[in-house]
Structures are given as structure tokens and as C-alpha cells.
């Protein structure tokens, strides 16, 4: 199985070699001469000042070199055809390309001794360079004998052209080249001005992550096509170089924070966050790596981000619940898209799956900026789809808002038209109460009047007092539930203050008082005194006739919070609804024979509540207990 694993591969990577060189043959320059080339990897970094004519070199055909990943630098031998070094030849250059290669040294021997010609990223080459554009190009000494040799090195993935020209096609190749370079940054800056457009009108956080991603885009192209060291000569190259480099990283990390606030909108799984805050901290480490001196190590990492981005991105996709079904489809078919454009880069750049020739003519048939074109493109699109739909939302959500702020409106003005409603009937009842009250007061006190009579004017009395009682406690209910007014505290002997409640009940021998000692309590004696009267009253009224009441004082700090407990004994057939107990109105069907409205525990909760505290109710064995912790 092995062995035919292997010949299927091997077999596979010839006719990918066989299809590109059909794609590749007839891609040669007008004007260019036959050159043979060789190259030697020098692993050890030996050799700086002579090239090393000694060492095994290996050939390649054509004219494109990829090695992946290469810290070390790489020697190309070129040998030149015979006639270029005559003197009557025509003038013979050597054009590499791309201009990102960090160092280019041309070694010619001449007159016996080895004459050099610097070039590259990093060192000022435009004045002896013969072309216009941002390739790196020689013009051969018509006295050098031998082959000429090539020292190249970069820190990003190694893929170089080497051609030897005759200098007046590589001029006119240079006017194309420069209108190519012209042509891709200025549309990028297009995309740029879009971006800033689109931040200063809309101020959205996706508006300002696709202007980050442009801006390191930008930057990335004209620092690779050698524009920046052109326009802004004031820096060195080696500084430019180092901007470069880091806009490369940034480029990654922008692309990361623009999928991340995308996806970020919606609700998606936390391993989707967690994985892109992730590799922000495997970016940031990259730069480190590269103000240390391993930019080959922090690249690799860069490539490993970068392909690591879609899927990440389309976890987050799958997973995002509130995305729309029509966005979700083309952001999965954006990061298909987008990934398999990244493999083929990827590919065809590192040689993974194809070696020597045929991975450096796979190379040539790439063009780099026009994948970039796609991706900002489809970007660019969706950024403002998005800023639109946003838009949209955004416009529904603030007629939704009117709309409930009407409602909330209409409401407080209801309810405190009901609140005045109220207040306003329980002034003009009580008033006439008042005066019912002392004529029954006044008949019960005649000397005529007999015993019999004198209970009955008793009973009316106790009536008109209920009645009084309700009103003050509607009113009070209204006040605590539609008011935010502050209430005068004072500091108050609890215990006594209980005592006297409970003397005023209809049976005081049931209710059993207990407390370790004097309790104190700083709070508002109208509010405290509606609260333990209803909760005693309540006990008293539906407790099992004869049964004890228990009221318990426990000062949890003293001076400062107190829990006052009342437990009385009900029927094993009635079944409480604790979770209705404290509602407006509710009695349960057991109790309909006994008076009230229901208010009595829900005015409880609200008073409660206004003070602070807590009440809690539980049921153990037929007993149920009221808690009330004060603050």
C-alpha cells in the first residue's frame, strides 16, 4: 500500500508539472537569452565576501526558484550565454524579482578580483538599477568572465526570478511593471478612501476594523513594491523594511479583528472567541520575534494564523444562532472561498506538495494581488450590506423604542391618574366614616340606650374601624408601589413596640412573644407597624382556632439588622400557593368565609421591600412560617 501511496503521488506531481509547463511555456520576455541557473543553500552562512564556485550546485529549469522557508542564504549560479561577454555584444542584465528579497548581492569577477553590486530590500539600489519598476536589476560588466553569482536572503517565504535580459527589454518591461504596481496601489488606496469614508459616516465598529485591515494592506503593498522606500527617502531601507514586515503581521491580525467583529454581532459559541483572542497573542508574538531578529520564525507563524483563520471563521459562522440564514450562506461561502485561495497560495509558494520546477512554475501562474483584490473586494461589500442591514435595524429599534416609550408613558400617566383616583377616594370616604364613627359613638353613650343596643353600636364602631384600616391600607399600598418617596426612620424598641400590637388583638393569650433581649431597629415606625400588624392579623385570622401564634425577635447585629419570624399553625387539608401568596388580591378558595381583599400580605412585601428586607414564607408540618429580615 506504501509503495502505491507513492507512486500515485509521485505520479500526481507529474502531471501537475506536465499541465504547468503547457500553462508556463510561451510566459518568457521578448529579448530574453539563454542562461542556464544553479542554486546551493548555505546552511552554514559561510561565505559573504566570494561566492562559494566550489560548493554542489543544484540546476533548475526556467528561471523561478522556490524554497519555501529559507533563513539561509541561497547562491545562484548564472551562467551567462558565451557571446554576452564579448565587447561587441549588446548590454546583458540580470532581473530578480520580488523586491521584498532583504539582500541581493550580484558577484562578477572581473580583472582577476570579485566586484560586487548590492541590491535589495534593504540597501539604496534605485540609482544603478537600469529598470523603472520595483524589481532588482543588474547590468553585467562586459569585461566579467565566468558565471556570475547571485547571493540572495529573506526572512519571508523564499520565491525569486532570475532572468538574464538584454537591458533595453528589461527597461521596457520596467514601464508595464511600474504601471502594474501603479495600478494595484492605487486601487487598494481606492479601497482605503472607502473605508475612511464609510468610518466618518457610519462610526461602526465594522466600519473602523475594515480601515484597520485596508490601512495594513496598504501599507504591506507599498512596502513590498518598494514604494515606500521610494516616496519617503528620509528613512533607511533597513527601516522601511522593518515597517514592512510588521504590516505583513498586521495585515493577519486586521483580517482576524474584521472576521472577529463580524461574526462578533451575532451569538456563536465561546471556543470561537477564545480561539481568535488566541491568536491575537500567537500574533503579538510574532512581532516580538521580529524586533528580535527571527522574522523567518515569526513568518511561519504569520502563514500558520492565516490558515488557521477560516475555519476558525467558519466555526463562528455555523454556530452564530441570531445570523440570518441568507448571511450566513455567504460568509460560508466567502471563508470556503477564501480558504481555498489561501491553500493555493500556500501551495504554490512553499512547494508541500511539489518540488523544484514545477512548484516554482505553479508560483508564477499565482497572482497575489489579485487574490488580495478578491478578498477586499468581497470585504468591501459585505462591510457595507452589513452597515446597511445594521442601519435598518438600528432605524426599527428606535420606532420600537418610541413606540414603548409611548406605552411607558401612557402607563405612568394611567397609573397615576388611578394613584390620585385612589387617594382622592379614600380622603372622601374617610371623612364621612369619621363622622359615622362619632354619631355611633355618640348613640352608644345615651343613658336610654340598653346593653344589647350598646354591642350592636360596638359592632358598627369595630366595622367602621375595619373599613378605615382597609382605606390606610390601599392608600399605603399605592404609595409603596407608584412612589419613590423617602421615609423619616427613627430608632425604634421593637419588642415593646410588638407587645403593644398584640395586646390589641382580639385574642392576645394566643400570640407567644420571644426575645433574647431589647431589640433596636432604625426605620420608619408607619411602614414597621402595617407590616407586623398584618402578618399577626393574618395569623390570627387563618390559624387553626385555639392554637398558639409564635413571634420571634432575633437581633442579627445589634443596632443594625433583625429578623422578626411569625409561625402559626393552618388546616393539613389546605394547600398554600407560595408563589401567589404576596400577589394584589389573591386568597385562597379555603378562606373566602374570613374578611379582607387580599392586600394584606402583598402590602407586606411592597413595605418590606420599601425598607430593605426581606420576607420569606415556608411550610413545615402544617406550620407556616412569615420571616422578615430587616436591614
Request: glycine share 6%; aromatic share 10%; hydrophobic share 45%.
Amino acid at each position: 500500500m506504501a509503495i502505491v501511496a507513492i507512486t500515485m503521488v509521485n505520479l500526481f506531481r507529474a502531471i501537475c508539472a506536465l499541465l504547468i509547463s503547457l500553462l508556463w511555456h510561451g510566459v518568457a520576455p521578448a529579448g530574453s537569452t539563454t542562461a542556464t541557473f544553479a542554486y546551493f543553500v548555505d546552511t552554514a552562512s559561510a561565505h559573504s565576501s566570494a561566492p562559494p564556485i566550489y560548493a554542489s550546485y543544484r540546476s533548475f529549469n526556467g528561471n523561478l526558484l522556490s524554497l519555501d522557508y529559507q533563513k539561509h542564504p541561497v547562491w545562484v549560479r548564472v551562467t551567462l550565454p558565451m557571446d554576452s561577454q564579448a565587447p561587441s555584444s549588446a548590454e546583458i542584465g540580470i532581473r530578480i524579482s520580488p523586491y521584498q528579497l532583504s539582500n541581493v548581492t550580484l558577484f562578477e569577477f572581473v580583472d582577476g578580483r570579485w566586484l560586487t553590486t548590492d541590491g535589495g530590500a534593504r540597501a539604496k539600489f534605485r540609482k544603478s538599477n537600469p529598470c523603472l519598476d520595483n524589481q532588482h536589476c543588474f547590468k553585467i560588466n562586459s569585461k566579467s568572465s565566468g558565471p556570475a553569482y547571485v547571493r540572495l536572503q529573506t526572512p519571508t517565504i523564499f520565491n525569486a526570478t532570475i532572468e538574464v535580459l538584454d537591458v533595453s527589454t528589461m527597461r521596457a518591461d520596467s514601464a508595464a511593471g511600474l504601471a502594474s504596481v501603479s495600478i494595484s496601489t492605487t486601487m487598494a488606496a481606492g479601497l482605503w478612501l472607502l473605508g475612511l469614508f464609510f468610518l466618518a459616516s457610519e462610526k461602526s465598529r465594522l466600519s473602523f476594523a475594515f480601515l484597520f485591515f485596508q490601512s495594513t494592506v496598504l501599507l504591506a503593498l507599498t512596502g513590498t513594491s518598494g514604494l515606500l522606500t521610494e516616496w519617503f527617502s528620509f528613512f533607511s531601507p533597513s527601516t522601511w523594511l522593518l515597517i514592512t514586515h510588521l504590516a505583513i503581521i498586521g495585515r493577519t491580525s486586521a483580517l482576524a479583528f474584521l472576521l472577529h467583529t463580524i461574526v462578533g454581532n451575532y451569538q456563536s459559541i465561546k471556543i470561537f472567541d477564545r480561539g481568535l483572542k488566541g491568536l491575537y497573542c500567537v500574533q503579538l508574538s510574532a512581532v516580538l520575534l521580529i524586533f528580535a531578529g527571527y522574522e523567518h520564525v515569526a513568518f511561519q507563524i504569520n502563514l500558520v494564523v492565516l490558515m488557521t483563520l477560516p475555519p476558525i471563521a467558519l466555526l463562528g459562522v455555523l454556530t452564530a444562532g441570531s445570523m440570518p440564514g441568507d448571511i450566513k450562506r455567504v460568509l460560508v461561502v466567502g471563508c470556503l472561498i477564501f480558504f481555498l485561495m489561501l491553500s493555493w497560495g500556500v501551495v504554490s509558494s512553499t512547494n508541500i506538495f511539489f518540488e523544484g520546477d514545477a512548484g516554482a512554475m505553479l508560483e508564477g501562474t499565482v497572482d497575489r494581488k489579485l487574490n488580495g483584490l478578491v478578498v477586499a473586494l468581497f470585504l468591501l461589500w459585505f462591510v457595507v450590506s452589513e452597515n446597511g442591514r445594521q442601519k435598518m435595524l438600528q432605524v426599527e429599534a428606535e420606532q420600537q423604542l418610541r413606540i414603548v416609550t409611548l406605552e411607558a408613558k401612557q402607563h405612568e400617566e394611567a397609573t397615576k391618574e388611578r394613584g390620585l383616583l385612589i387617594d382622592m377616594m379614600t380622603h372622601e370616604i374617610k371623612n364621612p366614616l369619621s363622622t359615622m364613627r362619632f354619631a355611633v359613638s355618640a348613640l352608644r353613650s345615651k343613658s336610654h340606650v340598653d346593653q344589647e343596643e350598646k354591642e350592636r353600636f360596638h359592632r358598627v364602631v369595630l366595622s367602621i374601624d375595619r373599613i378605615d384600616r382597609l382605606l390606610d391600607q390601599v392608600a399605603l399600598s399605592n404609595k409603596l408601589r407608584h412612589t419613590d418617596t423617602e421615609f423619616e426612620t427613627e430608632q425604634l424598641q421593637v419588642f415593646n413596640l410588638i407587645q403593644e400590637i398584640i395586646d390589641d388583638c382580639d385574642e392576645p393569650e394566643r400570640i407567644n412573644l420571644h426575645a433574647p433581649g431589647e431589640a433596636y431597629l432604625l426605620v420608619n415606625k408607619a411602614i414597621f407597624l402595617v407590616i407586623i400588624e398584618n402578618v399577626i392579623g393574618n395569623a390570627c385570622k387563618y390559624s387553626v382556632p385555639g392554637t398558639p401564634i409564635e413571634v420571634t425577635i432575633v437581633p442579627l447585629y445589634p443596632g443594625e439588622a433583625l429578623r422578626i419570624t411569625v409561625s402559626n399553625q393552618i388546616s393539613p387539608n389546605v394547600h398554600l400557593d407560595k408563589s401567589q401568596m404576596f400577589k394584589p388580591y389573591y386568597r385562597h378558595p379555603d378562606t373566602s368565609g374570613q374578611p379582607g381583599m387580599g392586600l394584606g400580605l402583598s402590602l407586606v412585601k411592597s413595605a418590606t421591600e420599601k425598607l430593605g428586607g426581606i420576607i420569606e414564607v415556608r411550610i413545615v408540618n402544617s406550620v407556616i412560617y412569615f420571616e422578615i429580615t430587616f436591614p
